[in-house]
């Protein structure tokens, strides 16, 4: 297993932008798909975007789609994710996490999760 801490989280107002990093101990962390889940107060936690161990192939949520990126530096240990264009309906808690299967939005397939960070977008 791999052990992750995000970063980056925090307040800010609607239309802004975010940039939360997720750092990852080891020295196999390019051969996981590292991926990006969200849980809001009262609702499921849902995939937001994965990103497979080149950075070649990337898949995004619906919601997040053309607002959000996803990327990673296997040279060091960092997969970021780039929030644009943020909405009041983008706050949750952001988790990032970590496959051995390919790139997949199943929570289940994801073997090793950070603690998460609060991103709060306000009105």
């Known amino acids: 297993q791999v052990q992750l801490v995000e970063s980056g989280g925090g307040l800010v107002q609607a239309g802004g932008s975010l940039r939360l990093s997720c750092l990852a101990s080891g020295r196999t962390f390019n051969r996981y798909v590292m991926g990006w889940f969200r849980q809001a107060p009262g609702k499921e936690r849902e995939f937001v975007a994965a990103i497979n161990w080149s950075g070649g192939s990337t898949y995004y949520a619906d919601s997040v789609k053309g607002r959000f990126t996803i990327s990673r530096d296997n040279a060091k240990n960092t997969a970021v994710l780039q929030m644009n264009s943020l909405k009041p309906e983008d706050t949750a808690v952001y988790y990032c996490?970590?496959?051995?299967?390919?790139?997949?939005?199943?929570?289940?397939?994801?073997?090793?999760w950070g603690q998460g960070t609060q991103v709060t977008v306000s009105s």
């Open positions: 996490a970590a496959s051995d299967y390919g790139l997949s939005g199943r929570a289940s397939l994801y073997k090793s």
